[in-house]
RNA sequence: GGGCCCUUAGCUCAGUUGGUUAGAGCACUGCGUUUACACCGCAGGUGUCAUCGGUUCGAGUCCGGUAGGGCCCA
């Protein structure tokens, strides 16, 4: 018969094997047969699956992993779904690399289709040698590859060890998540929430989308002021009485074609007389008004500026403001429109326009230059700058300013109650750590539009609206064609709505198809409901909505976080979560946070399998919310070695009380051997010390170090329900050290009885009362301290478990520290336990591991006699371990001195050899004296 | 420019409502293979709490200024 305890301890390929048997077990499956305050319900983010792992991901989702085993093992039943978030851009541009494609809307599917690589050795692709493919062939491959790459992520989750429910997983694209998109959506547009607007709108030139706010970063750019003369009107020379030009200073000189005014600030002095005045354009001839507006910056360039259509946001500000009109040049494709704008009709100004038309902003710029020096219109050299210009946070060039239509939804950006009620909820969201909230409040007062949600892509939660079509060919926007919710989701450009049939899409009097997409975070908003069955399963949402737990990055509280509650908001009128567990950065060594840029990131799985999924999770679990973290494989050793530690301390706990010999050949059997060493505690039921017979326990050690464990137990819990994992890791992990360092030290001799080494133990066998006690509480104790540790470190704990306990640690109950009090007799005859008396025997077992190590012999060697000398107040302390003390210590004879009257001549039986006091004796401190050690 | 967080031992970090002589782990040094553990054990040294000022009987902790680092928003 094989032993069932293995005879040496190891962390390794405790993963696979235990991910197995959670997974046939269903130790992690929900249980909807339970009422909602049963439930702990937990809104994990989908991560994008085409972009890549890094160990930030593995750090946060331990954070959450440790939460939800903590609520599981509190006996709430835990609703812990995955999800990945695989539609929208990121994924578009992984196939097109990955396949050498890129999606072109007006062609035909292709059946069959095989793209031209696959996988590609993970260079880009270029633009130009990307084939073009229908639209229904592209979104066939995204699916194809986001299927791949889901698998690869499911596998680190599971290595990892994260106890989500696998069979509760979603897809953002799946037509399930699709349908909630669109039905929110369409509430949305019914109650006046969701609408559209033809507007300025901020505009990628590469992905040839608009994107939101939300997803605007500023970059530091090199730039350069050129300094451009305007000619002075009739009316502005006459108020003036000069002929002289007025000169402004521009860093886009190519937009001078889409002027339509100059402004400066209503208190220049410079200016002032200019204002209501006119001037014309240099090389396109315009007549354009001087105006005034407050934003207008007296000290930047010349004071004066030049409104386009459009440089930037303040352009646009300017332009509703004032009421300009428009002289648009920029095309969807980041190039000059062919047709010069309104205004320009001299033949030299459309023949200097012709000069840019077809042009990049680029070459556009360069060209102007050329022609403004060439007509002597440019003043001196351009003034080189740094400046920050907007961009879109997964662009490359800066953001062009279009005026397109548009779909939006309220967030509060243009409505002041609605703004108003928005921060108000942000106020009732439980942020660990609190600060966090302030991210939110200073995102949400500084909204300065709706959200646009609309974008021009193709892998996405369509739009699901159509358009009718008027005699003439031209669609009415102003009242869409919505579907009924019984027909999500739907897809405008292939099916159909109410009343038409397929003949009549793009004809007179028929009927188009939105072609547009959400934004990924119009469905990602949208995870509460997607996963807790809004659209299709009342029952379930009733149980799991609002939700516990909303964990995620710092970094995407404007967009997830906010979006999300804005959508429960407009829909629920309620919030979506009570808590939101903000992680922070994992920090490289030189304090720069990690990221694929920056190309320092590690690879997640090649780290859990170097030092052990539990190694890792230590690590993560070390950090607190809210604060960045060190990467350091340091501290992923000390897990490591807390891990081992929990094998071995349990591997001589099971051996010294016996249960080993018992489990080892078969579980039944280790199970009745515990109940029996603790006297009836620890049945099968996983339940701690709760039956434990009073009057087991009787040494004064063994009753202090469960008195010790139970406040450990308190502090544990008090903290994780604060959600402050840091802390009741600290607690428990402090005192298991203590619990093998000393306890098991002082108690090992003790437990063992006079066994001899290597002596299989009887669990059942007489023993001495001492012996009794010892075994006991080591058991009780391991069952305590595997319980605690099983939200960090998983795969140590269950597999211990498994030796000699029922079922899985991870659905056992969370201790509490009564029973552990009742064991450790706190109604005792001789009194309350002290657990001071653990520290103060560990403090005089030091004293005597001193006398060896600094006579630089084996801890082992003997000690014929000594003297411990100790402090009043711990005399009676270390009495009561005295025993275990000598055993532990190998001491033959020891008397135990109270350390001031030692300080009397003659009580230690020694004078100071140079015959001086004993004064510099510190009576605080334990110390020893006369230590004889035996030779040999 | 506005806001938030941080600065404690060589490193990574604790330090609660202000209250003894500011702690832990790692690293380092020395010793040791003991019926759990060499992925080990034992013992040992380690500080201008960034800085300046204020409140207080008392400040790492509270208040203000300054410097440095990180992040968010303009």
């Keep these: 018969m094989t032993s069932r305890i293995p005879e040496k301890a190891t962390v390794d390929g405790l993963e696979d094997r235990w991910n197995a048997a959670w997974e046939s077990q269903g130790t992690y499956r929900f249980n909807d047969d339970v009422t909602r305050e049963q439930v702990y319900s937990i809104d994990t983010p989908p991560p994008t699956v085409s972009g890549s792992l890094h160990v930030g991901h593995v750090f946060s989702y331990t954070h959450t992993d440790v ?45 069959g289709f095989v793209p031209p690589h696959d996988g590609g050795d993970g260079k880009s692709v270029r633009a ?87 997803e605007l970063e500023d970059r530091e750019q090199p730039g350069a002021y050129h300094r451009l003369a305007f000619e002075k009107a009739a009316d502005a020379e006459e108020a003036t009485g000069s002929f002289d030009s007025v000169y402004i200073e521009t860093t886009r000189p190519e937009l001078l074609p889409a002027c339509v005014a100059l402004v400066a600030h209503p208190d220049d002095e410079r200016y002032k007389p200019l204002f209501g005045k006119h001037v014309r354009t240099p090389l396109f001839d315009v007549e354009v008004p001087v105006l005034a507006h407050h934003l207008a910056s007296p000290d930047k360039g010349s004071g004066i500026a030049m409104i386009c259509t459009f440089g930037d946001i303040t352009d646009v500000t300017w332009w509703r403001e004032l009421q300009l009109p428009t002289r648009p040049v920029m095309g969807w494709d980041g190039r000059f429109v062919s047709e010069p704008p309104q205004g320009l009709e001299t033949p030299a100004a459309t023949a200097a326009y012709a000069e840019l038309a077809g042009k990049t902003v680029f070459s556009a710029k360069a060209r102007i230059i050329e022609m403004l020096t060439e007509a002597d219109l440019i003043e001196g050299e351009p003034r080189k700058i740094s400046h920050p210009v907007k961009f879109f946070e997964k662009g490359d060039k800066p953001l062009e300013i279009v005026t397109t239509r548009q779909w939006y939804i309220r967030n509060g950006g243009r409505d002041a109650d609605l703004n108003a009620e928005l921060v108000a909820a942000g106020k009732n969201v439980d942020f660990v750590p609190d600060f966090m909230r302030v991210r939110y409040e200073n995102w949400v007062k500084g909204l300065t539009g709706d959200w646009l949600i609309s974008r021009q892509r193709f892998f996405g939660v369509p739009i699901p609206v159509w358009y009718r079509v008027d005699g003439d060919g031209n669609p009415d926007f102003n009242s869409p064609l919505a579907p009924s919710e019984d027909m999500l989701p739907v897809d405008p450009q292939a099916d159909v709505p109410a009343g038409f049939d397929e003949s009549q ?50 970094d995407i509280i404007r967009t997830w976080l906010f979006s999300t509650v804005v959508r429960s908001h407009l829909e629920h009128g309620e919030l979506p979560w009570k808590h939101a567990a903000i992680s922070g950065w994992i920090l490289d060594p030189d304090r720069k946070k990690m990221s694929k840029s920056k190309g320092n990131v590690v690879t997640p799985m090649g780290l859990l399998e170097e030092h052990g999924s539990d190694a890792v999770r230590y690590w993560a679990a070390s950090a607190r919310l809210g604060t960045d973290a060190a990467f350091d494989t340091g501290m992923m050793k000390i897990g490591r070695r807390l891990a081992m530690k929990v094998l071995n301390a349990s591997k001589f706990v099971l051996g010294a009380t016996g249960i080993s010999t018992a489990a080892d050949s078969s579980l039944e059997a280790g199970v009745e051997a515990a109940a029996h060493v603790t006297g009836g505690a620890l049945r099968g039921s996983g339940d701690a010390a709760n039956d434990a017979v009073p009057g087991i326990v009787t040494e004064p050690l063994d009753r202090a170090m469960l008195a010790g464990l139970a406040e450990v137990v308190d502090a544990s819990t008090k903290a994780l329900t604060a959600y402050d994992h840091t802390k009741a890791l600290e607690v428990a992990e402090t005192y298991f050290w203590t ?117 630089k012999v084996s801890q082992r060697t003997e000690i014929a006699s000594v003297d411990l000398l100790v402090p009043a107040a711990q005399v009676a302390a270390v009495n009561a371990a005295k025993p275990d003390l000598m055993a532990a210590g190998r001491v033959r004879a020891m008397q135990v001195i109270d350390a001031v009257t030692a300080l009397e001549p003659g009580v230690d039986g020694m004078q100071p050899e140079d015959g001086s006091p004993d004064e510099i004796a510190d009576t605080t401190v334990m110390r020893t004296e006369n230590a004889e050690l035996v030779q040999d």
């Design 67 to 111: 939460i939800a085993r903590f609520q599981r093992m509190q006996g709430k039943e835990v609703f812990y779904p995955m999800g990945w978030d695989d539609n929208g851009l990121p994924t578009e541009r992984r196939v097109q690399n990955y396949y050498g494609v890129r999606c072109d809307p007006t062609l035909a599917y292709q059946e």
């Design 128 to 214: 130009a040698d990307q084939q073009p493919i229908s639209r229904r062939n592209f979104i066939e491959l995204c699916e194809r590859l986001t299927e791949e790459d889901e698998k690869q992520f499911e596998a680190l989750w599971r290595h990892l060890g994260v106890s989500v429910d696998w069979s509760l997983t979603y897809q953002t694209i799946s037509p399930s998540s699709q349908a909630v998109a669109q039905q929110a959506f369409l509430r949305s547009l019914s109650r006046g929430e969701a609408y559209q607007a033809e507007a300025p709108t901020l505009w990628d030139v590469t992905f040839r989308t608009a994107v939101a706010q939300a």
């Design 505 to 554: 899409r793009d004809q007179p009097n028929g009927f188009t198809g939105e072609k547009d997409i959400m934004d990924t975070w119009a469905t990602s908003s949208l995870t509460p409901q997607i996963v807790c069955g809004w659209r299709d399963n009342p029952e379930l949402f009733a149980k799991t909505f609002p939700m516990d737990l909303r964990p995620q990055g710092q």
């Design 739 to 855: 619990f093998c360092d000393d306890y098991l030290e002082l108690v090992k001799a003790r437990a063992y009885d006079g066994a001899a080494p290597g002596e299989a133990i009887d669990p059942y066998a007489d023993c001495s009362r001492e012996a009794a006690s010892a075994r006991a509480a080591l058991t009780i104790a391991l069952e305590t301290f595997l319980r605690l540790f099983a939200p960090v470190l998983p795969f140590a704990t269950d597999e211990v478990w498994s030796w000699w306990r029922e079922g899985s640690v991870h659905r056992a109950p969370w201790p509490v520290a009564e029973p552990l009090s009742d064991a450790a007799g706190a109604t005792h005859s001789a009194g309350a336990p002290d657990p001071k008396l653990i520290s103060i025997a560990g403090a005089a077992l030091a004293t005597l591991r001193k006398i060896k190590s600094e006579a």
